[in-house]
């Protein structure tokens, strides 16, 4: 059998990309999830220290930082992992709306495991690549 080279050039290239792709899309999603999960620290800090004011603020601001990076993420990653994050913001705005701060802690710990868990679910490792 004869091998040519053009081939084997355009599988190397194919590979390459691959990998700078997978590369490029980890850090997007850690970088991204970095900056969620230092406003949801914010918003704990405010929790803890009765600041519902502030609490509701940053968590509006927080709820505007994933509208922009939601369909970014779809792209990315599951759809249900994507349902969790939006599905735990929305009930964390509104128990802090309402002065739940227990309930708002329990979802912000829950909003925290999902935007944790998504950029570790798409590291390359023997699980996912095999």
């Given at each position: 059998m004869k091998?040519?080279?053009?081939?084997?050039?355009?599988?190397?290239?194919?590979?390459?990309?691959?990998?700078?792709?997978?590369?490029?899309?980890?850090?997007?999603?850690?970088?991204?999830?970095?900056?969620?999960?230092?406003?949801?620290?914010?918003?704990e800090l405010n929790l803890l220290q009765n600041d519902l004011k502030s609490a509701v603020k940053n968590a509006e601001e927080l709820n505007e930082e994933w509208?922009?990076?939601?369909?970014?993420?779809?792209?990315?990653?599951?759809?249900?992992?994507?349902d969790n994050i939006t599905t735990s913001l929305k009930n964390t705005i509104e128990f802090i709306k309402f002065n739940d701060i227990p309930n708002s802690m329990a979802n912000l710990e829950s909003l925290r495991h999902y935007i944790e868990h998504i950029p570790e679910m798409e590291k390359p490792n023997s699980r996912n690549i095999l």
């Open positions: 091998v040519n080279i053009k081939t084997i050039l355009g599988l190397l290239a194919a590979t390459l990309l691959l990998f700078i792709g997978t590369l490029w899309m980890g850090n997007y999603l850690n970088k991204s999830s970095s900056s969620m999960l230092e406003k949801v620290k914010k918003i509208k922009e990076l939601e369909d970014k993420w779809n792209l990315l990653t599951n759809h249900h992992e994507i």
